[in-house]
T-cell receptor
Framework: DAGVIQSPRHEVTEMGQEVTLRCKPI?????LFWYRQTMMRGLELLIY????????DSGMPEDRFSAKMPNASFSTLKIQPSEPRDSAVYFC???????????FGPGTRLTVL | AQSVTQLGSHVSVSEGALVLLRCNYS??????LFWYVQYPNQGLQLLLK??????LVKGINGFEAEFKKSETSFHLTKPSAHMSDAAEYFC????????????FGTGTQLKVEL
């Protein structure tokens, strides 16, 4: 299995631009999670989906952030407009039902100038 | 709501010495507990997990952890540290009805010195 795939691995953009991060979960997993990791705030859960339906988006920082999961094999996290304080590493993770472990992707390092 | 506290944001040990990383949890229902490791510029990788059954759990790379309900603890240990163990370690908790959601601790950076 290829594991959780994220793209791009690195993104550098300018303030005000739209950023789209992509995630392909492990086949057969029905949960998908988006996290943000920074030195100041550590690892934060932004949103998670079950069977492509958003279950809890209480961690999404503000309306500039949105996430979609149009099918079981693809999810996006969009930031528009981006701001320097959005600079972080964004992780996607997936898991199966039954409180199994979450499998993390390699992350996308976002830098907003 | 459940929570996790990791004592010590930085721990330093000598190569060959015992590794002990502390984790205490808070939960009103029986928890599921996890330890993850993150190497530089990588995602998190599962080291071990406790769900039910035996309270001493063995994981990868020689690590183990013991679930102690009376102490609400799930400390991570390894008898002999190796240079390759240098990484950040995260304790996490989930509970029944929590929708597979994990609550992570703030992490402990482990440094291994010669």
């Amino acid at each position: 299995d290829a594991g959780v795939i994220q793209s791009p691995r690195h993104e550098v953009t300018e303030m005000g631009q739209e950023v789209t991060l992509r995630c392909k979960p492990i086949s057969g997993h029905d949960y998908l999670f988006w996290y943000r990791q920074t030195m100041m705030r550590g690892l934060e859960l932004l949103i998670y989906f079950n069977n492509n339906v958003p279950i809890d988006d209480s961690g999404m920082p503000e309306d500039r952030f949105s996430a979609k999961m149009p099918n079981a094999s693809f999810s996006t996290l969009k930031i528009q407009p981006s701001e320097p304080r959005d600079s972080a590493v964004y992780f996607c993770a997936s898991s199966t039902s039954g409180y199994n472990e979450q499998f993390f992707g390699p992350g996308t390092r976002l830098t907003v100038l | 709501a459940q929570s996790v506290t990791q004592l010590g944001s930085h721990v330093s040990v000598s190569e060959g010495a015992l590794v002990l990383l502390r984790c205490n949890y808070s939960s009103s229902v029986p928890p599921y507990l996890f330890w993850y490791v993150q190497y530089p510029n990588q995602g998190l990788q599962l080291l071990l997990k406790y769900t039910t059954g035996a309270t001493l759990v063995k994981g990868i790379n020689g690590f183990e952890a013991e679930f102690k309900k009376s102490e609400t603890s799930f400390h991570l240990t390894k008898p002999s540290a190796h240079m390759s163990d240098a990484a950040e370690y995260f304790c996490a908790v989930s509970v029944t009805g929590g929708g597979n959601k994990l609550t992570f601790g703030t992490g402990t950076q482990l440094k291994v010195e010669l």
